[in-house]
């Protein structure tokens, strides 16, 4: 069975037919070729492919793509500023090299965002807590930790 | 001239396509007309195939195509080879059993290939692999190393009737029995060193392309070593000229070794591309990565330590099974052996070891190398062996080590190994130092009254990095060269393109080599791109495994930029009108000696390409070099860890409150990059300890078969760690570096298994040291 679905897409109107099975990280990957969000894993444990939906961060592999008809989703292609500088955020993860091979990377950045909204100058123990749905194989988190710190506090400066 | 570049913290070249979503990996790439396969694996760890019927599947909606193991023997498609022959005790050569990419007549693990499914889209191809009927008849399956050989067990390979590949041995077992008779003390233990999944993010994808035009096929796979892949592939299995074939491992996600090997998939794709003339694509999902990536580790061990009265090392005695899982997987055998045996030295003096390996077939996944490959299992038998022999002898830990600690460099070790340099006690006395260890008691005592239990573990461990020299890797047993290929293509303005046999899938190679490539040529790091992964652009490469990249892979670019400066200085020579022997060369100023006559490095290459005024006598125009390096040794990093734990008595949960890490890597190119390394090996060291243990029940079926089961560790599953750093150069290769990719899962298990046996009061404790198991402990003691 094949359904419309609508939506926005870093701001831009977005529409395709697909099969109703769809994932919403499919819809974002093989419709429109966002290929920044990733897939790590099948039971929603890593996170790789985590974007916001009207403002919070989700799992996009959670939910089929007309879960989110009509919804406005961010996704890591849409982070920075229109003239390609990085947002504070992804600054900072350059800047504490937060990142190794980049899989993780999109999503962590994605959660790390909406994290901050809540947290402008986070604890270590609070970063720690809010990246429980965030799997890193490459980092052992200690610069991710650090990353989002600097980042939400730069956030926080920024406003 | 600019600011030194090696030794800086630059900032990573690659870091802004991974920030903003543009990086691209294999599962990224999009290709015109492209079908997708789904493969059929086994359910059963043990099983004959009676009958595979394709037919429903073939008239599934979408489906191009359906093969099986008979459609590849028909084909002559080979099996997958072994990198790697070891001799047994006997002189025998290792039994080889066939590894077919789709399993003929038998299945061996639960995963093992059995057919493959090619459709229009990726929904497609799964739906019909479920319409794939196989009719098995279900054989007794073997899961357990220990119990592989045992009477009756269940045989795998026609060709290995006891489950055994070989019995290997290495060190003078005489004299270590001499040395047992006489010793003063003798320390056992015996353990399990835990099966792991290298759970990369990135799962394992492929895509094979065919081209009818050039009778051509280029392979995208997410992989470690893109010649090596090309090689294996073109050579054994699908017996293609290896100039028709492009291999590209894009952005790669994670490797940690299980993204070296050629597997079955990465030959199938490729087949299939040319049978329906289309791409065919093919992602792991995680429960796939699970079931069918290499594994790592899995050794069953008995270990003992000999010491005389003053606590000196008089020999060691080592007995392991190395499970290597249902076949071979590409360097499978070269693990348990000459990457763990030559190890067992450590960082100590001890004169006489003996260790014999044992490698079994089960029905499990393979097993091969997974970050630190044979280095972690030996540093857990030698670190574990001495904090516990300190113990019973009631000796400082850290004092016992003092005590054997290698001191005179060259060491031959009497494991085949001879390090070139090192100084263990300076790595030591900073870790102790940095990890506060002085005031540990008075942090016990306080932990105490809070109720909880609080312990301290060490661990000094040594690794060998960069295999190598090829010629000895051959006479041990390689089927491959261990040496690194880089090529540096200098542009008439002045800009820099290298191109390198390693590959980088997080190690941020496109900054650390260009900050070499920078800082001896004078220019700026924004003018020099790094090339890795592509078999059409690279001249050669042996890739990245075994943290040989910058001591390799690193120093075949030295070589290559060497050969570009002694050009330079011939062209500068002519254009100063000097003598060539009157021209120094230093960081992009090519100078007449003694004089302020100079030209800049930009000057030079614009010359080469413009010869107007050039010695065209002496020398063709151009300035384009390449280097294969084949090193004379290993490099042997070494370091100090401290772990410091506090145990929950109620819940047996452990929490390490205090890691710290002192590392000697020699000279260390941008140590930003280095400690991300140091950081993320501790990460996995301690996931072996604390969370990681893969596990098959007895029929075979993977239990641990998805990151809901298998616990990877999660951020708060560690602490932000205390790392530095000492300096030994390494004496054998230009830029007097080691190697650091590896150290970190290489010296945790160890020190984080010493902390919390310390803090229970107890010998030994299985890993992983979950809840569970720590608090039965605790119930045990108590009982």
Known sequence: MSVKVSMKVNGKPVSAEVEARTLLVTFIRENLRLTGTHVGCDTAQCGACTVHMNGRAIKSCSIVAMQAEGADILTIEGVANGNGTLHPMQQAFKENHGLQCGFCTPGMVMNALDFAKGHPNPSEKEVRESLEGNLCRCTGYHNIVKSIVAGARAMAASK | MNAPLIGARIQRKEDYRFLTGAGQYTDDISLPNQAHAAFVRSPHAHAVIKKINVEKAKKAPGVLAVYTGADLAAAKVGGLPCGWLITDVNGQ???????????????????????????????????????????????????????????????????????????????????????????????????????????????????????????????????????VERLLMTAFVLGLPEHKVRVVAPDVGGGFGSKIYLYAEDVVVTWAARQLNRPVRWTAERSESFLSDAHGRDHVTTAELALDNNGKFLAMRVKTTANLGAYLSTFASCIPTILYATLLAGQYTTPAIYCEVTAVFTNTAPVDAYRGAGRPEATYVVERLVETAARELKIDP??????????????????????????????????????????????????????????????????????????????LGARAGLFEAGEIRVHPTGSVTVFTGSHSHGQGHETSFAQVVADRLGIPIENVDIVHGDTSKVLFGM????????????????????????????????????????????????????????????????????????????????????????????????????????????????????????????????????????????????????????????????????????????????????????????????????GCGEAGAIGAPAAVMNAITDALGVKDLPMPATPQTVWRSLQQKAA
């Open chain 2, 543 to 738: 890739g990245t495994y075994g943290s040989r990249s910058i001591a390799v892979g690193g120093t075949a670019i030295v070589k290559a930029l060497d050969k570009i400066i002694a050009k330079g200085k011939k062209i500068a020579a002519h254009l100063l009108e000097a003598s060539e022997s009157d021209i120094e060369y230093d960081r992009g100023e090519f100078k007449v000696a003694g004089t302020d006559r100079k030209k800049m490095f930009g000057e030079i290459a614009f010359a080469a390409y413009v010869p107007h005024n050039y010695p065209h006598d002496k020398l063709e125009p151009g300035l384009n070099e390449n280097a294969f390096y084949d090193p004379s040794n290993f490099t042997f990093p070494a370091g100090s860890y401290v772990c410091e734990v506090e145990v929950d008595r109620d819940t047996g949960q452990v929490t390490i409150e205090r890691f710290t890490a002192v590392d000697d890597f020699g000279k260390i190119i941008n140590p930003m990059i280095v400690e991300g390394q140091v950081h993320g090996g501790l990460a996995q060291g301690i996931g072996q300890a604390l969370t990681e243990g893969c596990h098959y029940d007895e029929s075979g079926q993977l239990v641990t078969g998805s990151l809901m089961d298998y616990c990877l560790p999660r951020a708060g599953d560690v602490p932000s760690f205390k790392i530095d750093t000492r300096e030994t150069p390494c004496t054998h290769n230009p830029l007097g570096v080691k």
């Open chain 2, 398 to 475: 850290a004092d016992l080590r003092r005590r054997n600690f290698i001191r005179n460099f060259p060491y031959q070790t009497p494991v085949a190994l001879q390090y070139d340099t090192g100084n263990y006690e300076a790595t030591l006395d900073a870790a102790l130092q940095l990890g506060d260890v002085e005031n540990f008691s008075s942090r016990k005592e306080e932990s105490r009254k809070r109720g909880k239990l609080r312990g301290i573990g060490y661990a000094a461990y040594i690794e060998a990095c960069g295999i190598a020299p090829s010629a000895v890797a051959g006479s």
């Open chain 2, 93 to 227: 050569p290792m039994k080889e059993p066939p590894h077919p990419c789709l399993a003929q007549g038998k299945v061996r693990y639960v995963g093992d290939h059995v057919a493959v499914v090619v459709a229009a889209t990726a929904e497609q191809a799964r739906d019909a692999a479920e319409q794939v009927e196989v009719d098995y008849e279900v054989l007794l399956a073997v899961v357990d190393a220990a119990k592989a050989r045992a009477k009756g067990a269940s045989a795998l390979h026609d060709i290995a009737p006891d489950n055994t590949c070989y019995v290997w041995a290495l060190g003078d077992k005489a004299k270590v029995d001499e040395a047992f008779a006489k010793a003063a003390h003798v320390t056992r233990l015996d353990f399990v060193n835990n099966r792991l999944v290298p759970n990369a993010i990135e799962p394992r994808a492929a895509i094979g392309v065919y081209s009818r035009a050039d009778e051509g096929y280029t392979l995208y796979v997410a992989n470690q070593n893109p010649h």
